[in-house]
């Protein structure tokens, strides 16, 4: 993986400066992944994903090709997801619906705003808007995401990304965290892509709603 580090950065006609840049690392430490002195960090890996294009599956193995040809679509697949070859996901408004759990909780009467048909996804249940940059680069603040309820806590997949509704003070709070097992009993660690939000560790009766992440879509603007 360290040596195609490099090729990519090659590839993109990138200095160790500017990819460390964009990695939000320095160049020493940019240096050392590409002679395999130290590993490449999920965080960073994602970022070469997201926002640099490139195939996950080579960055792995070097299968296929170094970049994706759809840049604005990402989908987050677990192993035993079966793709569908059409679905119209309903698009939802967090204020329309007075929050997350609400849309939950009553799904049948939520009224959608718009409807999004993509090919070839897992089955989700609907998508809506994020709001803030705790998961930038990878995603950012007006993104779309597409989500499968999850009706249990037992079924976490630790370390993949999940939105979520937390309490804090009788106020819901609605983000997007991976999240990781915790040593605390009865609490779980979320963890942000921006390396700027440190990581937090909540009581998980604290958790009101959560979704698995299914994938995720990017508005460009031509200006």
Known sequence: MNERVKLIRKQLGMTQEQLAQRLGIGKAALSMIETGKAGLSARNRNILVQELNVNPEWIDNGEGDM??????LTAYRLRTDNSLPMQSVPLYSIEGTAGLVPLFTDRTHAKPVNYIHIPNLPKCDGAIYIVGDSMYPLLKSGDIVLYKQLHDLNDIFWGDMYLLSIDIDGEEY?????????????????????????????????IRAIALVKASIRMNSIR
Do not use: M, W
């Open 67 to 72: 970049f994706n040809t759809e840049p604005d």
């Open 174 to 206: 609605v983000t997007v965290k991976y999240i990781q097992k915790c040593d605390r009993e009865g609490y779980v660690k979320l963890v942000s892509q921006n390396p700027h939000h440190a990581d937090k560790e909540i009581a998980i009766a604290r």
